[in-house]
């Protein structure tokens, strides 16, 4: 039984139509603070963090708690807020903060709305390149303006096993919390045309048929949060094929989603 | 003894002059192509090429011809041309076909004049990033108009040791001509925090200070050929560690480049 159809298909554009409103008030975060000198924090687990991340969070969770005061918010730079309710807001106000503050374009705003768990609407967006990926439940996904489908693809995927194009994290992901440098290795054997963007513009990828599947090792909840319903609505394939929880830091998951074929071949790389 | 020091500085400004219209010829050509069907071929060594290759290195040869009818040309897609003479003009019309294909914006033309060997001028111009990085021999390095300069970099580089954040090749580059996947498993290992584009944007990455160094290895001359003056430009060191004649192919070699000291820590770790 899918759950998620208890909320209407007007329920769902409504929310949709929120989503992107939250993702040009991201823009427009990053747009003013163009040319400023940014002040760069470190955070515990030796990530960056900027006054731009905080200040679009901030600015997001102000729209959200004056439309949806009963809803939750969880976002990578602050407290959670109702972390019970039904609704869930996710949000990373800049995935890529290392390439903002050095000036590649690949960072990204990353949003979602779940509903006990599972997403309803999503989007990632990147000013830099001035490309949105969204999606709202059984609504289809969209790229900018275009609906995106997996047959629609321009490149047709999945190319011949062994070509595959497939965006992979780097080995900084998988000894992070422990040593897996030997899944590394064997996920770059397996697919030798890798590439490596270490944001979710490898998502985006994946989701729009640039790459034929992308993956993901031991990503907090934010990073993955619009990429399955993204992923879904094209006819793709998300899995996630490990999670565990890590103390002070909380559940990390790993997680391959893109062209189903391949997300099968890289889910077999993995064993 | 600096033998470049016989062209006079007007000669390099000259020379820099018709490097700049070949890469808007590369753009316009790309542009006289978009939303067309291509047609792809894949060469003997695997690799792809689209007419709108070799529609660039036919119109950058013709303007090159008529201007420098002494030089020299050598281009990824058609014979050389005069390989004895003293100037020669080397050409990849689009590295990083796969990505031009795939809709990925990754892509560049490399372009660049060497005189007995050394590089005069060279360019690695981005079309789907409006970015073209330019330098002339005692000229400096230019990044749109912009002169680049190691210490002029927004995000003073290197990273701490541990963190750099570095441009490699793909697992595929390692293993193309024999198994040196040690070499890559040695590199991931040593930076953990890598990137990896497949194409010369990684280059640019390098001589902008987006990251602090970059590594390719077993690629062609063309490959290489604009990224050294870019580099030595901006103050950055550029240092091939390998080079090896493969039959059938021709001499391939490895160099990393970017900040010295990350260069000099790469060097180290591939021994």
Same mark, same amino acid.
């Given at each position: 039984?899918?759950?998620?159809? #208890?909320?209407?298909?007007?329920?769902?554009?409504?929310?949709?139509?929120?989503?992107?409103?939250?993702?040009?008030?991201?823009? #427009?975060?990053?747009?003013?603070?163009?040319?400023?000198?940014?002040?760069?924090?470190?955070?515990?687990?030796?990530?960056?963090?900027?006054?731009?991340?905080?200040?679009?969070? #901030?600015?997001?969770?102000?729209?959200?708690?004056?439309?949806?005061?009963?809803?939750?918010?969880?976002?990578?730079?602050? $407290? $959670?807020?109702?972390?019970?309710?039904?609704?869930?807001?996710?949000?990373?106000?800049?995935?890529?903060?290392?390439?903002?503050?050095?000036?590649?374009?690949?960072?990204?705003?990353?949003?979602?709305?779940?509903?006990?768990?599972?997403?309803?609407?999503?989007?990632?967006?990147?000013?830099?390149?001035?490309?949105?990926?969204?999606? %709202?439940?059984?609504?289809?996904?969209?790229?900018?303006?275009?609906?995106?489908?997996?047959?629609?693809?321009?490149?047709?995927?999945?190319?011949?096993?062994? %070509?595959?194009?497939?965006?992979?994290?780097?080995?900084?992901?998988?000894?992070?919390?422990?040593?897996?440098?030997?899944?590394?290795?064997?996920?770059?054997?397996?697919?030798?045309?890798?590439?490596?963007?270490?944001?979710?513009?490898?998502?985006?990828?994946?989701?729009? %048929?640039?790459?034929?599947?992308?993956?993901?090792?031991?990503?907090?909840?934010?990073?993955?949060?619009?990429?399955?319903?993204?992923? #879904?609505?094209?006819?793709?394939?998300?899995?996630?094929?490990?999670?565990?929880?890590?103390?002070?830091?909380?559940?990390?998951?790993?997680?391959?989603?893109?062209?189903?074929?391949?997300?099968?071949?890289?889910?077999?790389?993995?064993?």
């Amino acid at each position: 039984v899918e759950f998620r159809n #208890e909320i209407t298909k007007s329920q769902i554009t409504a929310f949709r139509r929120t989503i992107l409103e939250l993702a040009d008030e991201a823009r #427009e975060t990053i747009r003013s603070f163009a040319h400023k000198n940014l002040l760069v924090d470190t955070k515990s687990d030796g990530s960056l963090v900027t006054q731009v991340d905080l200040a679009i969070e #901030e600015r997001l969770r102000e729209i959200i708690l004056i439309r949806y005061p009963d809803h939750g918010i969880m976002g990578e730079e602050l $407290p $959670p807020i109702a972390p019970g309710a039904e609704f869930q807001w996710i949000l990373d106000p800049i995935d890529g903060t290392e390439e903002f503050i050095r000036g590649l374009p690949f960072f990204g705003t990353i949003i979602a709305l779940h509903f006990r768990g599972a997403p309803i609407v999503s989007v990632i967006d990147h000013r830099a390149f001035d490309l949105r990926c969204s999606a %709202g439940f059984r609504l289809g996904t969209f790229c900018n303006d275009n609906k995106v489908t997996l047959a629609s693809y321009r490149f047709k995927s999945p190319s011949p096993r062994g %070509g595959e194009n497939i965006i992979i994290p780097a080995l900084a992901d998988f000894v992070k919390y422990r040593d897996d440098a030997d899944k590394f290795y064997r996920i770059t054997r397996s697919f030798t045309n890798h590439r490596i963007f270490r944001t979710c513009y490898g998502h985006t990828c994946a989701v729009t %048929g640039m790459c034929d599947a992308g993956l993901e090792y031991d990503v907090g909840p934010w990073d993955l949060a619009a990429t399955r319903l993204l992923i #879904e609505e094209t006819g793709g394939k998300f899995s996630v094929f490990r999670q565990e929880r890590i103390p002070q830091v909380g559940v990390v998951s790993g997680a391959a989603f893109g062209n189903p074929t391949v997300v099968q071949e890289i889910l077999s790389a993995l064993c």
